[in-house]
């Protein structure tokens, strides 16, 4: 019996994270090469730190890479079928910081296309709208501007096509049914996308580092196939575990059900209601058995929560994790310190985001890496 | 038992056309349609007139849309997979005439990217060299520079991706299966070009007209299932019968045997070579055989080519065949009524070729309709 379930298009359950990385034959990310990052980076991140990113594909080769003056870049995505939550956003404010880090180029593809196809009801204007609002959150993240490019794929697909094609024609059906769970109903949109999912990782001749959720990594299982017959390299990547959804630690914060998540455009009275009526407790029933018995913060989604990204502090998060276990911070004083790290990571994501605004044709298209993406035409 | 067969991918066997209409579902061009179209276009092209063109979907409702002044628009298409020979030429010619007389748009798409993607081992550079040699040879046909749009699929891929995706989502594998023999082997590549080759049929809001081969037929029943739905017209469609090989009428003329075929860069002397050598013949064993029984033209390949196309005057051509049948015309006569008919063709091609170096990109970039067709993305 599966406990849990993890594909592309499916995460439920209590994951177990070893045995994950078992079944997808990654590797964690041990000490070694901690060490080796906190060399290089000075200090670690916290989603590293905590462990939030905790497997890998060949970041070990990434480093060495790096050390050898090869360098790398980065790819990251986002497909815009909707407004953005924070679990969207998690990687990317990683994939940030290991810019700044490693001073490497980024790409960042918007995945129109593939949302198009992917709802046989959806409008393009509602896709593209969606594509413009994310692509302000994300350049709110705080990319470098001569070093990232943003593009949708349907405006960049004339340059990539060739190479696509170069792709495409390495990748049959049966390879696309066994890695994607395509069917005889799957529409011939939807199987061509994998070809622009991969292109990317052959933007640069250099190797590439993805990072993202554990259950995408099988989609670049097809680009590790093909990379080196097409003469680049497997991609590397560095793997998240899942930001719980509000209601409970099991699986993850979903865009389909809007009250599991935290929206970027959810204002302070929002983001305290939410957290207050639906985060998943790990206290007593009552105040009394509580400070009797304690609260369990493994269960205690704002506890997690603030582990994962919003209390950076240790000592202070230790603090929070022996006051709620043994009784004497309350659920509503726990969830209070969530809503006031949340609410203020938002205040400055829309400030961010506001001055983005300016920035976005950079990225997009007259920043030093944009330009010099538009002038060619992949072969 | 079929005697023959005839599907997108394969025609081989002695064809019965009849049976072909009953199959695949279309209707013949009877004299009511001949009649109709005699009399918007005062006479007839030898290619209708000798019924070489003989089966049609819609042409009646094209014709009816003409009357009504709501106009039509054509599309045909080459797969730049090598040189072009007499056979890739026919549909082009046929498509001239029709424009001259109707006065209406044209679409010519090179599919570079089915051709890249269908062999596995074709190189970029040599499938662009070819696609800019077959522009070549199709822009020496005559077609109106201000009313004609002939574009590669690379090329041209942003500003119909949209709307291609749009048709994608409509069409799933086991319908391609069925409609182009896709299975488990087929690359994705190959897999979304059936949306790439049905977004030319909604380049306008006015219904389509396509001449073609009749094998082609199947393509655009894809494209008959779904135009309805997104708001277009079912594509209209005029069916050619397949040029014969020169060694024989069965089948047609094939590119992958180079010697069944008369290039368009065939010089005089091998036009002679290739058809005293090798173009089947309907005469006796012994000049004294043929002069006594006489030859036969339904299997003789030179007096069919001569009837399809290289003989446009009836009586001419009846005293020929008279004379053949009669064995006083002897094969090598024969022949070389056809090889004289074929090298003034092709001096005249090879004329015309060489000015249309001028005006490729007014039928690519800069002529009215094409400029028209850049200008805007399709949704």
Redesign the interface.
Known sequence: MEEFTVTPWEVSGQINYDKLIQQFGTKRIDDGIREKLKRICVDLHVLLKRQFFFSHRDLDLVLQDYEQKKDFFLYTGRGPSGEMHLGHLIPMIFTKWLQDKFNVNLYIEITD?EK??FK?DAK?EDVQKYANQNILDIAAVGFDPDKTFIFKD??Y??NA??L???I???????T??AVFG???????????Y??YQAVVTFFEKKRCLIPCAIDQDPYWRIQRDIAEDLGYNKTAAIHSKFLPPLQGIQGKMSSSQAETAIWLNDDDKTVKNKIMKYAFSGGQATIEDHKRLGGRTEVDVAYQWLSILFEENNKKLMQIHDDYESGKLLTGELKQILVDKINAFLKEHREQRKKAEKLVDRFMYSGKLAKEMWGKVL?
Chains 1, 2 share one sequence.
């Open positions: 296309d198009f196809v046989r393009w349907s405006e697909i004339k096509y060739p696509m094609l170069k495409a024609r390495k990748i049959n059906y049966s696309t049914k395509f069917n005889e109903q799957s529409n011939i949109g939807l199987m061509f994998p070809a072969v």
